[in-house]
């Protein structure tokens, strides 16, 4: 029993002091579900989902997880398609062009 728990507290240290996957506020995706890291202890982790719902994992479990950390990510950006009319004038339309590249 004893030597159980020192095992996990060893795994858990080793995952957030050397591998270090995540920081307080990085968003992060595990298991297809993107959420917040909102606390880090020793033994577990604390997330919070898009519905406000917070979820505790064990940090040797997270260990042996696939992570996607967003925050530490390159830059990412999405794209919006959208129509112009054919008649819209080309005035209005630099102007549409200068006001989403700001």
Not at 33 to 47: D, P, S
Not at 56 to 74: E, F, G
């Amino acid at each position: 029993m004893f030597g159980n728990a020192c095992k996990t507290t060893f795994e858990a240290i080793i995952f957030l002091f050397i591998v270090h996957p995540f920081d307080v506020g990085d968003r992060c995706e595990i298991n297809g579900v993107q959420m917040i890291v909102e606390e880090m202890h020793i033994l577990t982790t604390i997330f919070l989902r898009y519905d406000n719902q917070k979820i505790a994992y064990p940090n040797n479990v997270l260990a042996t997880m696939p992570i996607a950390n967003y925050h530490r990510s390159p830059d990412m950006g999405d794209a919006i398609d959208f129509c112009i009319h054919v008649s819209t004038p080309t005035e209005k339309v630099a102007k549409m062009k200068d006001m989403i590249t700001r």
